[in-house]
């Protein structure tokens, strides 16, 4: 009895094992299973009639289940029947029937294998499967603690979905979030919430919101709520009627919403909100009418209509009608094959390349449904482009990067990575980049991590982390530079991939940011000025990226400025217990911009301020600024260089003054361009005469300048007459605006608007038959002519809309109009004996650049914002100066005479003899290389030899 009752035991046991071994067997092996039970099909229909929420491709919303209960099944019955108590087994199974799941290990794999595990969240909960409290925490985890961007975006996008986050919880976030495609996917998670409440909060976060992506999502979405909440649909109807600025830039994003909503009303806005002669807008109105039309017809006649024709803007209705129906009916599979087929058409002309709209919707809409013969179509794209090797394919070739991207499947990965590993041109390699990055797992991150350790490939490594962690990528990068163990190399590796993170986010991102913010600032101070204080205090957890604007970016103004230097001094504040910003970018940033960051705040007049309170001696910090290794790049701009010094020479604090002198007269006596710097701080009577000072300039003589330099000069008149050249960059909006009010304001300003009452009296004599020939032989698109009877002068103000010729500008006065770092603003060199006007914001930073381009043809520029209110009476008064006046004085008086019309602002306005830099910087263009001598290294001599002769030979 006993015997046969052992062996009884002995007999489940092995049987349970083998059970055991099949489990893990399964949980180790088995790749995503897309079928499962019945009754869980069951459940989903059930859930889909309760809810009406999307049914999901089966990889998205199931697999994580059969995966996650195959290992609750290992853990939780294993023990079961290793002890041979079988009486619990069926207590087991039951638990697994209730989908009972391993968190931990759901967090494993969706780190590891990708978002089907973190929507699926939301199935398991909405079927009330698993615990609501323990699901909330897993998400939260993920959000608060991924840095993968694509983890935290499902995370949220479920969290509110859930409803497990408050209205407080959601706001707070949207003001403190960076990373433009999270705050992209918590509009989009709005989707499912079709009431009133959701509605009003969309609306109050598009009022105060800027990012253009994150706006167009939310109206987006609007769109989505519109069908079955009508205040969506006023909202965006009221909107369409607005021209500024809440629907100048989102045009697009506004019809196809509405074109989405497809009522009668939502119709009649569309056709109501393209104006007259903007094509690329009508295009999209087309486009949105015709959804409209065909939005309600089945998948099946749909694809009937698109295989019958080949008129463009139909096609491109109907596949983005069809995306959507394939994924919310379950089609996936049978749209994607047809839609391949009706591709083809396209793919097989000889002359494909010309369908780039449509080859861009059938590209990006395959990659979303992402089935397998879907991305093997878009490998074959991929190929036949790559064979023609043109570069006419680029705009297609980076749509097929982000279609892998949306794919996400194993075959489009390894083709991103490939791709990466070999792409080379400047444009595709960038887009291919961001793609891979989009598709990281927590894995390959880590691999990502240690290849940029070992390899030099700072700019694709940036663009690819900064793709796939957004800001974090910094926090990890700053952590790595922390490991002891690091080579000198692999920490210049890292700090290279930094650098390249943050000059790509200033140029691709802050740029347009600030750029969009200055302009409405200037038509709306107050709506301005919100959305200036929100956008730095979404980056407040980001020092680094605001210290980075501050130094680098072309687009910090007078209104921005304070607020980001605020923001930082409170970083460093917090962090030191002082302000100590160059502890803070020595030990963080191992001096990483610091030239810039001190030409920045010495711009903005908070140079002392930076100083004050630093933990240095005035000695140390003298040393630490013009330290061997700064002196080189800080003399690249010696206009700004020189600024600066000049600052320092006007502090209150006497022991910096002192400190900084003493450098610079040490330095003065092995460098000549030091020693020209101490004679012109003598000349115009920024330090007093000392025996030292004069002794070490005794022997020193300068190369002369034009006489412009020191004021204007009758060689500026042909014939009596002064011509002027006023080139727009017109690519822009704002900029294309105040090109075209500009003639009317200088005819008769008061009726453009009361502040230009007093302007008037040119002509346009853009069609005059005796101004044709000039106007041919300037390349001009009009001009304006005053007379002036008192001298018996003209002027001549010849208007261009682009900044394509300024380079060879003619005219006596050349003038720029444009943005900060438009193309044209800081290179055009003027005739010498001639004046250059940079009229672009903060075109201070850019003497340098336009000294070097002719040190002959002095510069006016603007410290700080450039604003047309301002610019314009310069410009008008100057020329009423140069008109009227029989003897012209100096720029001093030139001044004077301009400020009464604009009191407060003229002093931003820098003339030539306004600043010693601009002279110092004129200067040293005018040395031969043999006359600069470096202070102790033939190799730093050397290099800054090939720098002027670089400079030389492009004057």
């Known amino acids: 009895m006993i015997m046969l009752k052992f062996n009884k035991l002995f007999s489940i046991r092995i049987i349970s094992l083998i059970i055991a071994v099949c489990f893990i067997s399964t949980l180790v092996y088995c790749p995503p299973v897309y079928a499962l039970r019945v009754s869980m099909d069951k459940d989903y229909e059930r859930l889909n009639e309760m809810n009406s929420i999307q049914k999901p491709k089966p990889a998205s919303r199931r697999d994580f289940l059969k995966r996650s209960a195959v290992f609750v099944t290992g853990i939780t019955v294993l023990p079961i029947l290793l002890t041979g108590d079988s009486t619990k087994i069926p207590d087991a199974m039951e638990g697994i029937d209730e989908y009972i799941l391993s968190f931990d290990f759901l967090y494993s794999l969706a780190k590891k294998e990708g978002s089907a595990y973190i929507q699926g969240v939301y199935y398991a909960v909405k079927l009330d499967k698993v615990d609501r409290a323990q699901a909330e925490k897993f998400l939260r985890r993920i959000f608060n603690d991924e840095p993968l961007l694509w983890m935290r975006e499902e995370a949220v996008k479920a969290l509110i979905e859930l409803d497990m986050i408050t209205e407080?919880?959601?706001?707070?976030?949207?003001?403190?979030?960076?990373?433009?495609?999270?705050?992209?996917?918590?509009?989009?998670?709005?989707?499912?919430?079709?009431?009133?409440?959701?509605?009003?909060?969309?609306?109050?976060?598009?009022?105060?919101?800027?990012?253009?992506?994150?706006?167009?999502?939310?109206?987006?979405?609007?769109?989505?709520?519109?069908?079955?909440?009508?205040?969506?649909?006023?909202?965006?109807?009221?909107?369409?009627?607005?021209?500024?600025?809440?629907?100048?830039?989102?045009?697009?994003?506004?019809?196809?919403?509405?074109?989405?909503?497809?009522?009668?009303?939502?119709?009649?806005?569309?056709?109501?909100?393209?104006?007259?002669?903007?094509?690329?807008?009508?295009?999209?109105?087309?486009?949105?009418?015709?959804?409209?039309?065909?939005?309600?017809?089945?998948?099946?006649?749909?694809?009937?209509?698109?295989?019958?024709?080949?008129?463009?803007?139909?096609?491109?209705?109907?596949?983005?009608?069809?995306?959507?129906?394939?994924?919310?009916?379950?089609?996936?599979?049978?749209?994607?094959?047809?839609?391949?087929?009706?591709?083809?058409?396209?793919?097989?002309?000889?002359?494909?390349?010309?369908?780039?709209?449509?080859?861009?919707?059938?590209?990006?809409?395959?990659?979303?449904?992402?089935?397998?013969?879907?991305?093997?179509?878009?490998?074959?794209?991929?190929?036949?482009?790559?064979?023609?090797?043109?570069?006419?394919?680029?705009?297609?070739?980076?749509?097929?990067?982000?279609?892998?991207?949306?794919a996400g499947d194993r075959k489009s990965i390894d083709c991103l990575d490939k791709w990466n590993r070999e792409e080379s041109r400047p444009g595709v390699w960038q887009e291919v980049a961001k793609a891979r990055g989009q598709v990281h797992t927590g894995e390959s991150l880590n691999s990502l991590i240690s290849s940029i350790k070992e390899r030099d490939e700072a700019d694709k490594s940036a663009y690819q982390l900064f793709s796939a962690c957004g800001f974090e990528s910094l926090k990890i990068l700053n952590k790595e530079l922390r490991i002891q163990q690091l080579s000198e190399d692999q920490a210049k590796n890292i700090k290279n991939v930094i650098e390249s993170i943050l000059e790509y986010y200033i140029e691709?991102?802050?740029?347009?940011?600030?750029?969009?913010?200055?302009?409405?600032?200037?038509?709306?101070?107050?709506?301005?000025?919100?959305?200036?204080?929100?956008y730095f205090k979404r980056l407040k957890h980001n020092p680094a990226v605001i210290y980075s604007i501050l130094a680098l970016s072309q687009e910090i103004t007078s209104h921005s400025f304070p607020v980001a230097y605020q923001y930082l001094k409170e970083y460093i504040t917090g962090k030191y217990k002082t302000f100590d910003p160059f502890r803070y970018i020595s030990e963080e940033w191992r001096n990483l911009f610091l030239s810039e960051f001190l030409f920045t705040v010495t711009i903005f007049g908070q140079l002392e301020d930076s100083f004050e309170q630093a933990a240095y001696s005035p000695q140390e910090l003298a040393s630490l600024i013009l330290s061997k290794e700064k002196i080189d790049f800080l003399l690249k701009k010696p206009a700004l260089f020189s600024k600066t010094i000049i600052n320092i020479m006007s502090f209150k604090n006497q022991n910096l003054r002192k400190a900084f002198l003493d450098k610079i007269i040490e330095l003065g006596k092995k460098d000549r361009r030091f020693k020209i710097l101490v004679k012109l701080l003598l000349n115009h009577n920024v330090v007093q005469e000392e025996k030292k000072l004069v002794s070490l300039v005794s022997d020193l003589a300068l190369p002369e300048l034009d006489p412009l330099w020191d004021a204007p000069k009758n060689d500026l008149l042909k014939d009596n007459t002064l011509s002027v050249g006023l080139y727009w960059s017109t690519s822009k909006s704002g900029e294309k605006a105040h090109y075209e009010q500009f003639p009317n304001s200088f005819i008769d300003g008061s009726k453009v608007n009361s502040f230009y009452n007093n302007f008037g009296g040119y002509i346009n004599?853009?069609?005059?038959?005796?101004?044709?020939?000039?106007?041919?032989?300037?390349?001009?698109?009009?001009?304006?002519?005053?007379?002036?009877?008192?001298?018996?002068?003209?002027?001549?103000?010849?208007?261009?809309?682009?900044?394509?010729?300024?380079?060879?500008?003619?005219?006596?006065?050349?003038?720029?109009?444009?943005?900060?770092?438009?193309?044209?603003?800081?290179?055009?060199?003027?005739?010498?004996?001639?004046?250059?006007?940079?009229?672009?914001?903060?075109?201070?930073?850019?003497?340098?650049?336009?000294?070097?381009?002719?040190?002959?043809?002095?510069?006016?520029?603007?410290?700080?914002?450039?604003?047309?209110?301002?610019?314009?009476?310069?410009?008008?008064?100057?020329?009423?100066?140069?008109?009227?006046?029989?003897?012209?004085?100096?720029?001093?008086?030139?001044?004077?005479?301009?400020?009464?019309?604009?009191?407060?602002?003229?002093?931003?306005?820098?003339?030539?003899?306004?600043?010693?830099?601009?002279?110092?910087?004129?200067?040293?263009?005018?040395?031969?290389?043999?006359?600069?001598?470096?202070?102790d290294s033939l190799n730093i001599q050397m290099g800054i030899i090939g720098v002027f002769k670089s400079i030389r030979s492009r004057i």
């Open 508 to 534: 691709s991102s802050a740029a347009g940011s600030l750029r969009t913010m200055n302009y409405l600032y200037d038509n709306l101070p107050s709506v301005g000025q919100e959305i200036i204080d929100l």
């Open 168 to 406: 407080s919880e959601l706001e707070v976030l949207i003001e403190d979030i960076p990373d433009e495609s999270v705050l992209v996917a918590i509009a989009s998670a709005f989707e499912k919430k079709d009431s009133s409440k959701a509605v009003k909060f969309l609306i109050k976060w598009f009022e105060k919101e800027r990012i253009e992506s994150v706006r167009a999502a939310i109206i987006t979405v609007l769109g989505e709520i519109g069908k079955k909440e009508a205040s969506a649909e006023e909202y965006l109807i009221e909107l369409g009627k607005k021209s500024y600025p809440d629907a100048l830039y989102l045009k697009d994003d506004l019809m196809l919403a509405l074109a989405e909503i497809g009522t009668k009303r939502a119709r009649q806005c569309i056709e109501k909100l393209v104006p007259e002669g903007i094509q690329d807008v009508k295009y999209f109105q087309k486009i949105a009418l015709r959804y409209i039309e065909l939005q309600d017809y089945s998948i099946e006649d749909l694809l009937t209509i698109l295989s019958n024709t080949k008129e463009e803007v139909t096609s491109i209705a109907i596949i983005r009608i069809l995306q959507e129906k394939a994924i919310k009916e379950g089609k996936e599979e049978m749209v994607a094959s047809r839609l391949m087929v009706a591709s083809r058409f396209y793919i097989d002309a000889p002359n494909f390349l010309i369908y780039t709209n449509i080859l861009r919707e059938f590209t990006l809409t395959l990659g979303k449904l992402a089935t397998k013969e879907a991305v093997d179509h878009l490998i074959n794209i991929k190929q036949k482009m790559e064979n023609i090797g043109s570069d006419a394919q680029y705009y297609e070739l980076t749509c097929l990067a982000s279609a892998f991207a949306q």
């Open 765 to 935: 004599k853009s069609k005059d038959p005796g101004y044709k020939d000039k106007l041919v032989k300037n390349g001009a698109e009009g001009v304006l002519v005053k007379e002036f009877p008192g001298t018996g002068r003209k002027i001549e103000i010849y208007l261009y809309s682009s900044l394509n010729t300024i380079k060879a500008s003619p005219h006596a006065i050349t003038i720029s109009r444009g943005h900060a770092g438009d193309q044209g603003n800081t290179d055009y060199p003027g005739l010498p004996g001639t004046l250059r006007f940079a009229s672009h914001c903060r075109s201070i930073n850019n003497s340098d650049d336009l000294i070097q381009a002719n040190p002959d043809s002095p510069v006016i520029t603007i410290t700080g914002t450039g604003k047309a209110v301002e610019t314009n009476p310069t410009l008008y008064y100057l020329l009423e100066y140069l008109g009227n006046e029989e003897q012209w004085g100096n720029w001093q008086d030139i001044k004077e005479y301009i400020k009464p019309h604009i009191p407060q602002s003229i002093q931003k306005y820098n003339f030539p003899t306004d600043d010693v830099s601009f002279i110092y910087a004129a200067i040293l263009q005018k040395l031969e290389p043999q006359e600069i001598q470096e202070i």
